[in-house]
């Protein structure tokens, strides 16, 4: 693809929240959950948002599709700025944006059946005029996703995980969206499933031309599925590139820092555990002027700790750092 049709855009966005005390009284603490971010997300590529947990990625994810408020900053959705957005003109978005849920225990109604849980959507937006054509369109999601039709009346305890994230999958799908958020789809479930479930996601989205925001703390998943990489630190962006770019050659010291933790099995390709990132998360609350990753980093300087460094381009990816990797 020559030039890359832009799905999904933020500038600067940014959600802060106002910590209360006991008696529900504000405080004049602030945290900072997600920090001035601006991204944009490419009609049929998977772009990931990893970092360590508490790094803002889910919150990102969920304040893209207005299921949490921004304090700040704007989300255009096809072109158009959809922060402003009502409730009733959101409704015709979500039929265009949808959410695989990380917990497919959680994500499902114990008391509604298959056809009910998939078919749910279906119905709310009136899809269908009919209850006959509305089941046909059920099964039709079922087959899709591997589930077979004749377990149509059943609850979601009868099933296993892996096919509970399918029934999950096939209602994400039903309104045929064009973007899909998918927040740790895989991390509730076992090891063996983890390859099934992902090998669909990039089936389907072939076949149906689907983009995905993938949210996940697993670089193996990650390296696998995505083609871009958006790696957050404590609500900042800190790199963002080409995957392939990003595990060969990444630029900013956390990213190096993540790479490094992944363990490898191979004796012949363990790496020496010295690149091992020491020291707590800074607090939300109260974050490190300049860097926000400065009191970590073994390279941090006088400016890192005094100055913001700004998202620069090198070699086809940006980083935010003052002395990125190899330059």
């Given amino acids: ?149 004749e377990f149509i009346d059943r609850y979601p305890h009868q099933f296993s995980g892996g096919q509970r994230q399918r029934i999950g999958i096939a209602r994400a799908l039903a309104l045929k969206p064009k973007l899909i958020v998918c927040d740790e789809p895989v991390s509730a479930l076992d090891v063996s499933i983890q390859s099934q479930i992902l090998n669909l996601l990039k089936d389907l989205q072939k076949e149906f031309d689907l983009t995905y925001l993938f949210i996940s703390h697993d670089l193996g998943v990650v390296h696998y599925i995505s083609d871009r990489i958006c790696v957050m630190f404590l609500g900042k962006v800190c790199e963002i590139g080409d995957t392939r770019e990003i595990y060969q050659n990444p630029k900013h010291p956390y990213t190096r820092f993540l790479l490094d933790a992944v363990p490898n099995m191979d004796p012949e390709k363990k790496q020496k555990r010295e690149n091992i990132l020491a020291g707590e998360i800074p607090s939300a609350v109260n974050p490190p002027s300049g860097c926000r990753f400065c009191t970590r980093c073994p390279y941090a300087k006088e400016i890192c700790r005094k100055e913001e460094p700004k998202l620069i381009e090198y070699e086809g990816r940006k980083a935010a750092c003052h002395f990125p990797l190899g330059e």
């Fill in 1 to 149: 693809m020559s030039e890359k049709e832009v799905l999904l855009l933020t500038r600067n966005l940014t959600k802060e929240y106002e910590l209360k005390n006991n008696f529900g009284i504000r405080k004049k603490q602030v945290v900072h959950a997600v920090s001035d971010v601006s991204l944009e997300i490419y009609k049929g590529e998977t772009l990931s948002l990893v970092g360590e947990s508490g790094c803002g990625k889910s919150t990102l994810g969920r304040m893209m599709m207005r299921l949490i408020e921004p304090t700040r900053g704007q989300i255009l959705f096809e072109g158009k700025d959809i922060t402003i957005y009502s409730e009733k003109q959101m409704r015709q978005i979500y039929k265009k944006i949808q959410l695989i849920f990380q917990d497919p225990y959680a994500s499902l109604d114990p008391r509604m059946k298959v056809k009910d849980l998939i078919g749910e959507p279906l119905v709310t937006h009136k899809v269908y005029p009919t209850k006959e054509e509305t089941e046909r369109k059920v099964k039709e999601l079922m087959h899709m996703v591997g589930i077979r039709p």
